[in-house]
């Protein structure tokens, strides 16, 4: 394992070669607001499939569906992108987190985030929600 500083110096040196680091920490903080406005929590993605693979295409699509990748209105679904800080014992990083490690740290779907900021309790009850996962 790794310290939340060991990993941001070898991010500062990162060259070809893909690293991987397994750092204990925990969540500290979800970035909902940048100066005084509201941070998408999740987007649109396209859920049409790649010609060719089993793979989805999630690209963003517009407000109205329309997946420009695809040249397409097609099936669409809320994937997380998190902007989170983590902190270990002595120092800590603010890290984007995409999808599926986002809704394995929230221990909650990105289908459930949408319903609750889209319902009747709006986004206060998504960001009460978030602060129940922080240390």
Not at 69 to 77: I, T
């Amino acid at each position: 394992p790794a310290t939340v500083a060991e990993m941001r110096q070898a991010a500062e040196t990162v060259g070809s070669e893909v690293q991987v680091f397994n750092v204990p920490c925990r969540l500290a903080l979800v970035q909902t607001t940048k100066k005084g406005e509201l941070q998408p929590l999740y987007y649109l993605a396209c859920q049409e499939p790649r010609a060719g693979t089993t793979l989805f295409c999630n690209k963003r699509v517009s407000e109205d569906g329309f997946c420009a990748a695809c040249n397409r209105l097609g099936k669409n679904a809320p994937r997380l992108n998190l902007r989170c800080r983590f902190s270990d014992f002595a120092d800590s990083a603010w890290l984007t987190t995409f999808h599926e490690p986002a809704q394995g740290l929230l221990k909650t779907t990105a289908e459930e985030i949408r319903a609750l900021e889209t319902g009747g309790g709006g986004r206060d009850a998504v960001e009460a929600i978030l602060r129940q996962k922080y240390f």
